[in-house]
């Protein structure tokens, strides 16, 4: 009997107490709309459910399933939110930044309490490839800079074809970030990336005037080498006909000096 009563004061005792979930992840880039869903499939005759923003009400379907929304949070929210009266999801419309955070739902017939992490991310800017002026490199090699502007949470990163050449992490905001690219000359494969994890922008390196190209690289190498060979053909053959020039010019001589010797014998006989 005694454990009997001890057994129903405990079960009284977990009445009114909720259950978190695991918390949800949910990412957008600013200025879309995002649908917090509450998990439940459909509200309960005379539910009551709570959606908070960090500490602060922000909206409720009330037990007549009629939406209310509070001007709480210092007002980020105003005209910015949509009840679901059938699952209680909530929509923010026309995200900010500033509505990142935690946000939890609640009910007055339910032991859960969903909670979900909501990050907004500003949009990103197309990232500006451009000669480093300031470089001290030679002038058989080529400086570049990739820049992005107001940028936080985002990658930077120099690609060759697919790989990653050079990259820097942007974590605080920034009014300016560049990422330096030194070569001895470029192609079309290059090409800079600014990605956060939902989205990215790509500047592609198309602009020969900044740096010259590799192809007009090889071909210097290439008529030069075969100048170089031409040249030392030619010299090698204007050194032998040389050569033969003057053997032939010495047998000549030799031979005439003998004929001479023979038609004019010695006379001390």
């Given amino acids: 009997m005694d454990m009997f009563i001890f057994i129903c004061l405990f079960l ?10 695991a918390v949800k992840s949910e990412s957008v880039t600013e200025g879309e709309s995002v649908s917090l869903n509450s998990s439940f499939t459909q509200i309960q005759t005379h539910e009551e459910m709570n959606w908070k923003f960090a500490d602060f009400l922000i909206a409720k379907v009330d037990k007549n399933k009629e939406s209310k929304f509070y001007n ?30 935690l946000y939890t739902v609640s009910s007055s017939e339910r032991d859960t309490i969903n909670t979900i992490n909501l990050t907004v991310y500003a949009r990103l800017p197309v990232p500006v490839i451009s000669s480093n002026s300031s470089s001290s490199s030679s002038s058989s090699s080529c400086s570049l800079v990739c820049s992005a502007v ?30 330096l690219l030194h070569l001895e000359c470029v192609d079309d494969s290059y090409s800079c990336v600014l990605n956060n994890p939902i989205r990215n ?5 198309n602009n020969t005037q900044l740096c010259h190209t590799c192809a007009a690289e ?3 190498h290439c008529c030069g080498f075969t100048e170089a ?3 030392l053909a030619l010299s090698a053959l204007v050194g032998v006909a040389t050569v033969a ?8 001589r030799s031979l005439q000096q003998k004929k001479s010797v023979q038609k004019y014998p010695s006379n001390s006989d």
């Fill in 12 to 21: 009284w005792s977990l009445n009114g107490v909720f259950v978190a979930d």
């Fill in 72 to 101: 709480t949070a210092e007002g980020r929210f105003r005209d910015r939110l949509k009840l679901d009266h059938q699952t209680g999801s909530l929509t923010i419309i026309n995200s900010r930044t500033t509505d990142s955070g």
């Fill in 150 to 179: 107001n940028v936080s949470h985002v990658t930077l990163s120099w690609f060759k074809g697919n790989s990653v050449f050079s990259s820097i992490r942007v974590s605080d905001l920034s009014s300016r970030s560049d990422l």
């Fill in 201 to 205: 922008q790509t500047q592609h390196l």
């Fill in 218 to 220: 090889d071909h210097i």
């Fill in 229 to 231: 060979v031409i040249r």
């Fill in 245 to 252: 020039v003057l053997v032939y010019d010495i047998r000549s």
